[in-house]
């Protein structure tokens, strides 16, 4: 079974950057037709699809957060990372990695999720 497990910053300051990272067990991320994706919750909200990137390497974004976001992989650690920038309190959210065959907020496997506060 394959398990997703986030890590990174609960604080980030309004204007910088926020970086999370998805390190994936029990499947690799380059094998499969698989998409691995950002998600997000913010409090009192609905899930929010944020980005993915392709078990290829291609990546896809939200058009709402594209000219912020950025996605990468490292395939010898088996992870992939988020970096969001130029955070507003507007980010502060539950944010979770999961895997499954599209780019969209439906999911096969889902990491437990992080909260991220965006706050000076």
Not at 15 to 23: H, I, N
Not at 30 to 40: F, Q
Not at 42 to 62: F, Q
Not at 88 to 105: I, L, Q
Request: overall charge neutral.
């Amino acid at each position: 079974q394959v398990q997703l497990q986030e890590s990174g910053p609960g604080l980030v300051k309004p204007s910088q950057t926020l970086s999370l990272t998805c390190t994936v067990s029990g499947g690799s991320i380059t094998i499969g037709n698989y998409y691995w994706n950002w998600i997000r919750q913010p409090p009192g909200k609905g899930l929010e699809w944020v980005g993915a990137i392709h078990y290829s390497g291609s990546t896809y974004y939200s058009p709402s957060l594209k000219s912020r976001t950025s996605i990468s992989s490292d395939t010898s650690k088996n992870q992939f990372t988020l970096q969001l920038s130029s955070v507003t309190p507007e980010d502060t959210a539950v944010y979770y990695c999961t895997v499954g065959f599209g780019t969209n907020s439906d999911y096969l496997y889902r990491g437990q999720g992080t909260q991220v506060t965006v706050s000076s």
